[in-house]
Structures are given as C-alpha cells and as structure tokens.
Nanobody, 125 residues
Framework: QVQMMESGGGSVQAGGSLRLSCATS????????MSWFRQAPGKEREGVAA???????TYGGPAKGRFSITRHNDKNTLYLEINNLKPEGNARYYC???????????????????WGQGTQVTVSS
C-alpha cells in the first residue's frame, strides 16, 4: 500500500511561517506531479502547490508569493514552506503523489491516487 505521511503542522500566529514535510517512497517518487492540497472546515479541498518531475512549480491563487514547494527524491521528501500565514490558511494540509495524468493538470485532486492523512495548520490572528 502506498503511503505518504505529512508532518510539520501546528499552531502559529498570523504572519508566521511553517515548513511542512511529506515522507514519500520510491513508488511515488516516480510521479510526474507531486503536490500539496488543503481543506478548510466546511470547504472543498483545494490545490495549493505542485511540482513536476523536472522541478517546474505551479501554485494556486492563495499560495502565490507565499508558498514554496520543493521535491527531494533522494531524501524521499516533499516540502511545503509557507510564509506570512493568514487566518484563511487554517486548514488540514495533504500531500499527494502519483499524479501522472498530465491532461488533468497539477492541481486537480482527481489526478492523484496516493494521499497522506494530512497535518493540521492552525493560524491565530
């Protein structure tokens, strides 16, 4: 069973920073796309950042300028650095792998079939 495991979430004040980590595997490291999604209470899951096999990145609207995704296949780790956290960033963050359908694009959750359990980020104002 493919497993991905997130860590690094926590409680932070607005304006603060966090770095989320996702332990991947040799299986998911072959993904064309790997990404981070988040789901806030009462809202649908949304894609925030994705990175392809060549290192090209794509960011969702709320993430532009504040989020940074990096991929280290040699360490089996995917990172998401979040700067200047805002209260709307209060959500559970998930990493996703096995995004190999390039026609679906990098930020549509239906394009992934490997998910972690998520890590909670709580932002206080």
């Amino acid at each position: 069973q493919v497993q991905m495991m997130e860590s690094g979430g926590g409680s932070v004040q607005a304006g603060g920073s966090l770095r989320l980590s996702c332990a991947t595997s040799e299986y998911t490291n072959n993904s064309y796309y790997m990404s981070w999604f988040r789901q806030a209470p009462g809202k649908e899951r949304e894609g925030v950042a994705a990175i392809d096999r060549d290192g090209s990145t794509t960011y969702g609207g709320p993430a532009k300028g504040r989020f940074s995704i990096t991929r280290h296949n040699d360490k089996n780790t995917l990172y998401l650095e979040i700067n200047n956290l805002k209260p709307e960033g209060n959500a559970r963050y998930y990493c996703a792998g096995n995004g190999n359908n390039r026609a679906l694009g990098p930020l549509w959750d239906k394009g992934y079939n490997a998910w972690g359990q998520g890590t909670q980020v709580t932002v206080s104002s």
